[in-house]
């Protein structure tokens, strides 16, 4: 392709991106009489949307989501970084346990969602965050165990033998030898993992639809029939997408760096 | 004691523990429900059925109408979206002005909660009061984009907007890290841009991009928030995907015996696939 060419396709694509975030930015400035008209753009902005939204328990759901992605990132990095570690060196588990990690990942959280729920309802601790997290370390766990082993498998054995000769224990050849060599990566899967944390609407929805909801499930409970919640609805939609787009803004770079340093293996 | 343990286990036993308590446990719990009769409203009267759930399914024509709509969703939303993925990361990988912003703007979709892509596209293209159907109609163009022909494609646009910028992301990563050599060898033997493309490009990254077909086909059958904010299965049997068709006969109906075999049955599919193209890949690595 010619630069004008490629140009022009990056443009296309821009726009295409920015049009409904723009569009929606737009809606919840619109008060419910000015909605009627879709396509207008002359109309008296009105912030009743968004206060209704930040009343309305949106900041406690999303809070929630924040504190659930934290939890799970956590448990993940800590079991996923040393299980990885110990399945790329020193193939503990061998092909059994590298196959359940790609087993994990392929499983349709429609096949877990139906046990957990039962587990969750005999143990009193359905509607609550813990089911949630348990829940999203089912999918989140297997992704960032899946990224390290990659990365692990990228750094020189050589390293941590000399580290090794220079007095070393192996955790401590671990901890500050091949750690910092994988750092980047372990960055990435962080993010990624926090994301599709934050991201998911199906185990949230089944096992904590009342009262420990997040903020996946509090948007949804927008989704009415009614024309009339369109306005509250988009604010809500904005208050879930401006801090990840800030945050993608910034990490966007590492991101791209940290996935090409070795997680792209099968 | 400790020490007996050979080092490798001990660092595999944190994920051992939480990966048997959150995934291992509840997998088998599952396979076992779904050889029964479990529903909520009658657990007194559970028993043990057999295969009978999943000989049910067979006769069951929304269900196989939802593996149909699965399939062909994540057949035309992946190759879609490495098509474009594809064209993109070349593109942003030549690109010097505005770099790290039109980046951070293509990427930006993927990071956006499903349910709310989903919410921001219901009304986005609602006939009565959506503005892509109102600009379509001053060029007199009239498009039902959840009709019963068009609700489908109109899911897979929808995954294409979301998750193209996944697609890229991968690509972009694994054109960076490509080696330089072949592609000065092939500047020097003055091959042109299009077979530069074809013969250095492609065969090196085809490692990424299996690995991002795998990764995105096995999340779009997981396809499920589109369905539930939009259309709910509709009209009719037209966007039935198997995820929405689990959560509805086991939340909804309390049936969850019978949606835990609705899982398995595509658990079934996905890991025949899944292992075909492996063999096939190491086959051809050899």
Request: hydrophobic letters at 55%; aromatic letters at 14%; a positive charge.
């Amino acid at each position: 392709m010619s630069r004008p060419l490629r140009a022009l396709f990056l443009v296309i694509a821009v726009v295409a991106v920015a049009f409904p975030f723009a569009w929606v930015v737009l809606i919840s400035f619109k008060s419910r009489v000015d909605l009627n008209d879709p396509s207008s753009l002359s109309f008296t902005p009105t912030s009743a949307n968004w206060s209704e939204v930040l009343h309305g328990g949106v900041l406690e759901a999303a809070l929630r989501s924040v504190e659930v992605g934290l939890a799970t990132v956590s448990v993940s990095l800590v079991a996923g970084t040393l299980g990885a570690y110990a399945i790329s060196r020193f193939k503990a588990g061998g092909g059994p346990a590298r196959f359940g990690i790609l087993l994990a990942q392929l499983m349709p959280p429609a096949v877990l969602v139906v046990p957990l729920f039962i587990l969750f309802f005999n143990w009193n601790l359905r509607d609550t965050i813990w089911a949630v997290i348990a829940a999203h370390l089912t999918f989140v766990l297997p992704v960032v165990t899946w990224f390290m082993i990659g990365f692990f498998d990228a750094v020189p054995r050589e390293l941590e033998e000399q580290a090794m000769i220079d007095g070393y224990g192996r955790f401590g050849a671990f901890r500050r030898v091949v750690l910092p060599q994988v750092l980047p990566g372990l960055g990435a899967a962080a993010i990624f993992g926090f994301v599709l944390s934050w991201n998911d609407l199906f185990y949230a929805l089944i096992l904590a639809g009342g009262n420990a909801e997040t903020l996946p499930v509090a948007i949804s409970s927008y989704n009415t029939f009614r024309g009339v919640e369109l306005g509250a609805m988009s604010a809500a939609i904005l208050v879930s997408v401006v801090p990840v787009l800030i945050a993608s803004f910034f990490v966007q770079k590492r991101l791209v760096r940290g996935i090409s340093g070795g997680g792209l293996k099968y | 004691m400790l020490r007996r343990i050979p080092i490798g286990y001990r660092f595999l036993t944190p994920l051992a523990v939480v990966f048997a308590a959150v995934f291992a446990y509840p997998f088998v719990y599952s396979l076992w429900l779904s050889l029964t009769n479990y529903t909520i409203t009658r657990r007194n009267e559970t028993r043990f059925v057999g295969i009978d759930q999943y000989t049910g399914l067979l006769d069951n024509d929304t269900y196989r109408q939802a593996l149909v709509n699965t399939f062909v969703f994540v057949l035309l939303a992946v190759s879609l979206e490495l098509l474009l993925g594809l064209a993109l990361a070349l593109c942003l990988q030549r690109q010097r002005w505005a770099r790290n912003v039109t980046r951070a703007f293509l990427l930006a979709p993927m990071f956006v909660t499903p349910i709310a892509v989903g919410l921001m596209f219901r009304f986005l293209l609602n006939q009565q009061i959506g503005v892509i159907p109102e600009i379509l109609g001053t060029f007199g163009l009239e498009i039902d984009f959840f009709g019963p022909d068009l609700a489908l494609f109109s899911m897979v646009a929808i995954d294409v907007w979301q998750w193209t910028p996944f697609m890229v992301l991968l690509l972009l990563a694994g054109l960076e890290s490509l080696p330089k050599q072949p592609f000065e060898a092939a500047r020097v033997d003055g091959a042109s841009r299009w077979l530069t493309f074809r013969s250095v490009t492609l065969p090196l990254l085809k490692p990424v991009i299996v690995v991002a077909v795998l990764l995105r086909a096995l999340d779009a059958f997981k396809v499920f928030e589109y369905v539930f904010a939009i259309t709910r299965g509709g009209p009719g049997t037209a966007t039935e995907t198997i995820q929405y068709q689990v959560y509805r006969t086991g939340i909804g109906f309390f049936r969850l015996g019978e949606a835990a075999a609705m899982a398995f049955v595509l658990v079934a599919v996905v890991l025949t696939i899944v292992v075909v193209l492996f063999r096939r890949l190491m086959r051809e690595a050899t």
